[in-house]
């Protein structure tokens, strides 16, 4: 079939764009590469300088740079105001007995010898009558068996039984006596009535305190110390002593160690440490829970850096430290660490510049940016 003169094929008008497309492509690959370049983006980057920017992840966050310092190595327990040994006592009553009569409440003060509790003494006071007499009644036999003895009209023996009985007689004269004494308790030390359980006409014995009363003036510092920190710790060591649980409490001063226990505790199993403050920041009070930086160790030439530039990895620690404005990740020793700041044993130098605060949101060779303070 012929077609009409001067009407072409639909495949020519297909061939002429596929030509014509691919004569602009070669052109514009020519002109990159005449120029070594890719066309610049609007903003005058390049599409190439714009893939390296994104590869590198950009963060703002805090440095400061690792120092060579002093550095105290301590052990932080926590304890309690206890009263010292010497200058507390808990008083009981001689025998049962009832009570009669109460003297102070708590928190009064006494002076050494003050009345504190008063029993009834009606049982003191006939034992000891009973105890007077069976002594003048043992006097008379252990003097007449002697005499009998020397005489030969009575054995030896007997008279020898007859001076034993007599021993224990003036015995137990002395222990009516001294519960004769106690039938009213007197405060042994001055101080501050701590605890009073005594109930007006109420039964007690021995067994039962019913007054305490303790030295306010004269108080030690208890610490519950690991033993394997306690080995670490010394008498004469500096301690800082901070109220509460928290070494960020309130301070209550420095002081020094005393005495440091030989026997692990059985329900605790740590050892105590005892301390004293020579000039507490406020009145201490019996019971209150303190928490104590103990002393161990000073090293003159640490390098320090703060705390927030540590981060934990695994059963190890890295820091990022910044060269060239990038953060480089590197593992690093710890020694000693305090609520703000650490010592570095191996790792870094004086002089490199860590980052601190954001360290966590840091990536390994991540750009550091330092944001603005806003201060000139």
């Not at 701590?194 to 305490?212: E, K, N, Y």
């Amino acid at each position: 079939m012929t077609r009409p003169r001067g009407v072409r094929a639909p495949g020519a008008f297909v061939v002429l764009l596929v030509a014509t497309a691919c004569g602009h492509a070669t052109a514009a690959a020519g002109a990159s590469d005449a120029g070594g370049k890719a066309p610049a983006t609007a903003g005058g980057e390049t599409g190439g300088d714009r893939a390296g920017s994104d590869s590198v992840p950009v963060v703002g966050a805090q440095t400061a740079a690792a120092v060579e310092q002093p550095f105290t190595v301590s052990v932080t327990a926590l304890g309690t105001v206890t009263t010292r040994p010497g200058r507390y006592a808990e008083l009981s009553a001689p025998a049962p007995t009832r009570v009669t009569r109460i003297f102070v409440a708590p928190g009064d003060a006494v002076a050494a010898g003050a009345p504190l509790v008063e029993f009834d003494r009606a049982p003191f006071d006939a034992a000891a009558a009973s105890a007077t007499a069976s002594l003048t009644n043992a006097e008379h036999q252990a003097d007449r068996a002697r005499r009998l003895a020397d005489a030969g009209i009575l054995a030896r023996k007997e008279a020898d039984q007859a001076a034993v009985d007599l021993a224990q007689a003036r015995s137990t004269l002395v222990a009516a006596e001294r519960a004769q004494s106690q039938a009213t308790l007197h405060a042994p030390i001055a101080g501050v009535v701590t605890r009073m359980t005594a109930i007006l006409g109420a039964s007690v014995d021995a067994s039962q305190p019913v007054v305490a009363v303790a030295d306010p003036t004269a108080l030690d510092l208890a610490f519950a110390v690991a033993p394997s920190d306690g080995a670490l710790v010394r008498p004469g060591a500096a301690v800082s002593v901070s109220g509460g649980q928290s070494t960020h409490g309130e301070a209550l001063g420095d002081g020094v160690v005393t005495s440091v226990g030989a026997a692990v505790d059985s329900v605790s199993r740590a050892i105590t440490v005892r301390a004293r403050l020579a000039h507490p920041a406020r009145t201490l009070r019996i019971g209150e829970t303190i928490i104590g930086r103990i002393a161990i160790a000073v090293h003159p030439r640490a390098v320090v850096v703060p705390i927030a530039a540590l981060i934990p990895e695994g059963d190890s620690t890295k820091v990022f430290v910044v060269q060239h404005g990038l953060a480089i990740g590197r593992a690093v020793d710890v020694g000693g660490r305090t609520e703000t700041v650490a010592e570095i044993t191996r790792g870094l130098a004086a002089g490199d510049v860590v980052v601190t605060d954001g360290a966590y949101g840091v990536e390994d060779s991540a750009r550091i940016v330092v944001p603005a303070t806003g201060k000139p």
